[in-house]
C-alpha cells in the first residue's frame, strides 16, 4: 500500500503488508520495475512513506513519530512524541518543510499544519466533520494541494488564500482520497 516514486522516477517505496487488511507494514523500496526488492526496516509499523525531494531520504509515520531513514534502511533521524498527527503529506521543494495532518483524538477535527523539526508545527487549515485525507507541496513552493471527503483544495504555505478546485457534490458518485501534482508543476 501507500506507493511513492522517487524524485528521479527509478525506485518506488511501499509499505507491504504482512497480512491482509493492516494498515502498517514493512517499508519496502525497489526498482520502478519491481526489480531488486529490499525491505528496509524490519519492524512492521511503517506507514505513509514519502521521498525527500532529493531523493535520498524517505520520510514515515511510525506510532507516534515520524523517522526518517536512507535508502539503506539507517534511521537518520527520528521525532517522537507527535501527539495526535496522523499523516504525511509532502516535503517543500527544499526539503526543510514537511506537511502533515493533524487529528484531535474522539473530535471530529482536522487539521492541515506545516512544520520544520516536528516539534512545532504552523496550523494552517481547521475542519469539522470534513476530514483530511491527504495533501501535496506544488513545485513552485507558492500552494499545497489538499483533499477532503469535501474534494480537492488549495491553500498558500501561510495560510492565506484558500481555494476550492473540484468539489466532490458538484461530481456524480465521486470520492477522492488522495492528490498528487505532476512533476512540473503544471497539474
Same mark, same amino acid.
Given at each position: 500500500?501507500?506507493?511513492?516514486i ?19 507494514g514493512?517499508l ?20 505513509d ?6 531523493? #535520498? ?29 496522523? #499523516? ?16 484531535k483524538?474522539?473530535?471530529? #477535527?482536522?487539521?492541515l ?7 512545532e508545527?504552523?496550523?494552517?487549515? #481547521? ?6 485525507r ?8 507558492m ?6 471527503t ?20 458538484e ?8 492528490v ?5 508543476g503544471?497539474?
Amino acid at each position: 500500500i501507500s506507493p511513492t516514486i522517487s524524485p528521479d522516477g527509478k525506485k518506488i517505496a511501499y509499505i507491504k503488508l504482512k497480512n491482509s487488511g493492516q494498515k502498517k507494514g514493512f517499508l519496502t523500496l525497489s526498482e520502478i520495475d519491481g526489480r531488486k526488492v529490499k525491505r528496509l526496516l524490519d519492524n512492521p509499523t511503517a506507514s505513509d512513506p514519502v521521498f525527500s525531494p532529493d531523493g #535520498t531520504n524517505i520520510l514515515i509515520t511510525k506510532g507516534d513519530a515520524f523517522q526518517k531513514v536512507d535508502l539503506t534502511g539507517r534511521t537518520i533521524d527520528a521525532y517522537f512524541g507527535i501527539r495526535d498527527f496522523d #499523516t504525511i503529506g509532502s516535503f517543500n521543494p527544499t526539503g526543510q518543510k514537511v506537511v502533515s495532518f493533524l487529528k484531535k483524538p474522539r473530535r471530529k #477535527t482536522s487539521r492541515l499544519c506545516v512544520t520544520e523539526n516536528f516539534e512545532e508545527y504552523i496550523e494552517l487549515y #481547521t475542519t469539522e466533520d470534513n476530514p483530511i485525507r491527504d495533501a501535496a507541496w506544488s513545485k513552485d513552493d507558492m500552494r499545497i494541494v489538499f483533499v477532503t471527503t469535501n474534494g480537492i483544495h488549495s491553500i498558500s504555505p501561510d495560510g492565506g488564500d484558500v481555494g476550492d478546485l473540484l468539489i466532490s457534490a458538484e461530481q456524480e458518485n465521486m470520492d477522492i482520497k488522495s492528490v498528487d501534482i505532476s512533476s512540473n508543476g503544471t497539474n
